[in-house]
């Protein structure tokens, strides 16, 4: 038995101009969400969240992952990734962490796009029309600080009461214009200045 799906949304965003400057390459986010009734709403508290993770975590990933391959221009432009879940006011977070956080739903993503990285994430519970922050980073190297960007989107009737919001998202490039550098320049400075000392 799948998810029930009520609807999925992709949001496009293309950044060209950042700062007054125009970028070198326009920088493009999208950010998928299906929308999914909550399989353990109105059952008191749930123990064993395990059976509906095993039936259903796997084919809404695979599906997710597909659509934003689509809307990407295809899953080889993709630099950094992340996912994101709202659950609604009748669900608890773990509800919607248990839909994100397995590998039979995670592992599509990374394996499409032959990642090393983590999916970073965010979980949250809300209502209607709530914010939605889907961050991301490099899929190969979580050092590059360029590629920490976050796609913001909303759905306005969604997540009704007794549903999960569960979004991936993609972006083709880091922040346009990066110049805080990464994590490795920053340990090999503080090494640099221990030695000075």
Known sequence: MSFEIRKIVTTIEETRVEGGKAADKPVTMVGVAAVIKNPWNGRGFVEDLSPEIKQSCSDLGALI??????????????????KA?????????????????????GNHYR????????????????GP??????????????????????LEM????????????????????GRVHPRIGNRYEDLKALAEEAEVK
Do not use: W
């Open 111 to 126: 394996n499409a796009v032959d990642a090393q990285s983590y999916l970073s994430f965010t979980n949250k519970r809300g």
């Open 85 to 105: 879940a709202v659950v609604g006011a009748e669900g608890e977070i773990e509800h919607a962490s248990a839909v994100i956080h397995t590998l039979r739903f």
């Open 154 to 173: 909303n759905i306005e009737d969604s997540p009704r009461a007794d549903e999960i919001v569960v979004c991936l998202g993609a972006s083709d490039g």
């Open 129 to 150: 029309g709530t914010s939605i922050q889907i961050p991301m980073m490099h899929k190969d190297d979580e050092g590059f600080r360029s590629h920490y960007i976050t």
């Open 65 to 82: 992952v597909e659509y934003v391959g689509k809307y990407i221009g295809g899953l080889s432009n993709i630099e950094a990734y992340g």
